[in-house]
């Protein structure tokens, strides 16, 4: 039979892999800085542009998205045309995608530091933004069906499955997440609001770990884990329960992020249900994967590649042991909010994605450059490095999250809270906090010691552009009907339309079931009498409020826990919520939640906290904010503001945008006159009067219970 000559496109999945490494580099440069910023305010920098609050979002984008995402093309391009045995459908698209994923990164290395954000997590990033995001996305899908349909190679193998769940649930999750009513080039509210939006964010940003962080990685660690130790894949029965399994149930899991919140008690039920479930999916990839070496153990001790793989899977074992365990509520009750939620995240980031992709960057560089690499000892130096450095940050930080969940909760015997000041709590986990960014060093030193490695790889040796291969046309490829093919599932794996359409269904029902009735039915959100919108100084308060990034340390939402009404007042109901868009309740308290700080502190206070946190907060590591005091307030988009409210149902009164200027500098003049009264002289139109208004409207609407709080918290 005559073969047919093709070659593979190298150059992509070369590009691909600089972009990887530099980005990553950058990542963890950024991510480095924002720990040391946790024990030394003065990290900061004193600017606007590089304070915690603006620039930990582009931490996350940059590892996530800038790394992590350009690790994903590089492995699927490469994988993806040789278990085809075709090229890339189009080399055209192939660039399209590259250099679109490129600028639509720098745009957010752009935006976040300049405060451009929507404040959801993982989709920091505007409306233009997301809607290039979607573009390069459909591009990467038209380039990889179309490379599908082409295929010289009858069945699909298990990574392209991934590959395609991958594809299909990060288009609806971006698509449906990304509900926004712009009223500016790059300003845009959220369509949903408060339990609503809680929702939304979280099926999306736990399904963004799912299917971005993990089901691609699945399907490279299938690829590549085997030609590494050049041993079949364990079992493929394994293979197709842990596929169909993961994807299924993974999609539910979601509201375990929002558990003891407003969201609705049913819901919350089934993201705990499904939680527990997904460990045996979830282990069944790793088992699959760490059975594959059985009879390679030596080799494991001699390939370094190996060792970086057996490591990501075990750190995937790991964590998602830990996230249903998490997920069940008496845990999750210490846990959320909490440092230990920091370590269980790094561990999968650090451990699975960036292990594994150091992983594969040293076997695929030396392969495309058709050579040795440049020192196996670098190598293992980087591999030791990197382990010892997740210890440092692992470690630490499971053992701040530890403390801050139980000095939070502490009693004393006459009833007391015993650690009421929060900052008490801050103060005494600092020591871990440098620890953690030891650990963040090391791990950088070692991706530092894998770049001078690969660029001494690439030097010596010479790209193969387009590597010559050539196989059998697809039609000739059958030689006789085997009675294996007539299962269903090895039907199902010759057809990648069909295969496609059932994952979307498969992925669909868990969100659809899940969201649907607290979109449809009233009773699951009720309303509450008492809450209004807010005044227009208000809502500019509370855009400068997301600008700022504060919802990055501070929470709104109290939990119906005795130390957390004790600590903060009345805990949350959902109908507080139902004008906010989009929601802030956060999850992470690196200072107190803020759900009631209406009304418990003077204007003053805010005001001096603002400018000096620690003339407040004695021993505070908040970053000052002195520009809110000097920068002109911008009411240029006000009357735009209160138009798009009303289409997003809030319920200002018809024509109320004509007077939304002169009911602001009204509001702003009476908070400028009370400071003034305190020797503060500051102008009505700064943005410090915005954001004191909104701060001091803070969960106002309802009775909230009167507490003792020490004004230094």
């Excluded at 480095?32 to 030394?40: E, G, I, P, R, Y």
């Excluded at 963004?208 to 493929?236: D, H």
Aim: proline residues 4%; glycine residues 8%.
């Amino acid at each position: 039979m005559q073969l047919e000559k093709f070659t593979y496109d190298n150059k992509i999945v070369r590009d691909f892999g600089i972009a990887t490494i530099v980005w990553g580099i950058i990542g963890m440069l950024v991510g480095l800085l924002v720990a040391t910023q946790l024990f030394s305010p003065g990290m900061n920098l004193g600017n606007q542009y590089t304070t915690f609050g603006r620039i930990r979002p582009l931490h996350t984008n940059a590892v996530i998205f800038a790394f992590v995402g350009n690790a994903i093309f590089m492995g699927v391009y490469y994988s993806l045309q040789r278990l085809l045995k075709a090229r890339m459908f189009s080399t055209v698209l192939s660039k399209i995608h590259f250099w679109g994923w490129q600028l639509i990164i720098v745009s957010a290395v752009i935006t976040l530091p300049l405060g451009i954000t929507s404040s959801h997590e993982y989709a920091e990033l505007e409306w233009p933004i997301d809607i290039a995001i979607t573009l390069i996305w459909v591009v990467f899908g038209i380039n990889m069906f179309g490379t599908i349909i082409k295929r010289r190679e009858r069945h699909l193998y298990v990574a392209i499955w991934f590959y395609i769940a991958t594809f299909v649930t990060i288009a609806v999750l971006h698509i449906v997440n990304s509900f926004q009513l712009p009223i500016s080039f790059l300003k845009s509210y959220y369509v949903f609001a408060g339990v609503q939006d809680a929702l939304v964010q979280w099926w999306y940003g736990h399904n963004a770990v799912a299917f971005f962080l993990t089901t691609p990685y699945l399907g490279m660690m299938y690829y590549f884990l085997p030609k590494m130790a050049n041993r079949p894949v364990y079992s493929y029965k394994l293979s197709i329960l842990h596929f169909w399994s993961l994807i299924f149930i993974y999609i539910w899991a979601g509201p375990h992020h929002l558990l003891y919140t407003s969201l609705p008690g049913w819901a919350q039920s089934l993201g705990v249900a499904f939680s527990i479930m997904l460990i045996a999916p979830s282990w069944g990839g790793m088992i699959n994967g760490l059975l594959t070496l059985r009879g390679a153990w030596d080799k494991v001790r001699e390939d370094v590649t190996l060792k970086f793989m057996v490591v990501a899977l075990t750190a995937y074992g790991m964590a998602t042991f830990e996230g249903p365990m998490l997920s069940l509520k008496q845990i999750n009750g210490v846990a959320h909010f909490t440092d230990w939620i920091v370590a269980h995240v790094h561990v999968g980031a650090l451990g699975w994605n960036g292990f594994l992709t150091f992983g594969i960057l040293y076997w695929l560089i030396p392969r495309i450059y058709k050579t040795e690499l440049f020192s196996k000892k670098l190598a293992s130096f980087h591999f030791w490095i990197g382990t010892l450095g997740i210890l440092f940050y692992a470690i630490p930080m499971y053992w701040a999250g530890f403390t801050q969940g139980l000095m939070w909760k502490e009693f004393t015997d006459e009833g007391l809270l015993k650690y009421a000041n929060f900052l008490t709590t801050t103060l005494q986990i600092i020591p871990m906090h440098i620890l953690r960014s030891i650990g963040g060093a090391l791990y950088l030193i070692g991706a530092i010691a894998m770049t001078y490695n690969l660029a001494k790889t690439m030097l010596k040796g010479k790209l193969v552009a387009n590597e010559a291969a050539e196989a059998m046309a697809l039609e000739k490829v059958i030689t006789h009907e085997d009675p294996a093919d007539k299962k269903w599932h090895r039907v199902l794996e010759r057809k990648p339309m069909k295969f496609m359409v059932l994952s979307m269904i498969v992925i669909l029902i868990g969100g659809m079931v899940e969201m649907m009735p607290t979109f449809t039915i009233e009773s699951n959100v009720p309303t509450i009498a008492s809450v209004k919108p807010y005044t227009p100084l208000e809502l500019e308060g509370r855009d400068l409020y997301i600008k700022e990034g504060c919802v990055n340390c501070h929470s709104q939402t109290i939990r119906p826990f005795r130390s957390e009404t004790e600590r903060y007042g009345e805990y949350s109901k959902a109908g507080e919520f139902v004008y906010d868009h989009p929601f802030l309740w956060g999850s992470k308290r690196t200072g107190p939640d803020l759900h009631r700080i209406g009304g418990k502190y003077s204007n003053a206070w805010h005001y001096n906290h603002m400018l000096d946190p620690t003339s407040m907060s004695p021993g505070s590591i908040m970053p000052p904010y002195p520009w809110l005091i000097t920068q002109k307030l911008d009411t240029s988009m006000t009357e735009a503001k209160i138009r798009a409210m009303q289409t997003l149902g809030v319920p200002y009164r018809e024509n109320f945008d004509a007077v939304a200027q002169a009911k602001l500098k009204e509001q702003a003049e009476t908070i400028a006159a009370d400071l003034k009264q305190n020797n503060i002289d500051v102008k009505s139109d700064r943005e410090i009067i915005a954001l004191i208004a909104y701060l001091q409207r803070m969960g106002t609407d309802i009775k909230a219970n009167k507490t003792t709080i020490p004004s230094n918290q």
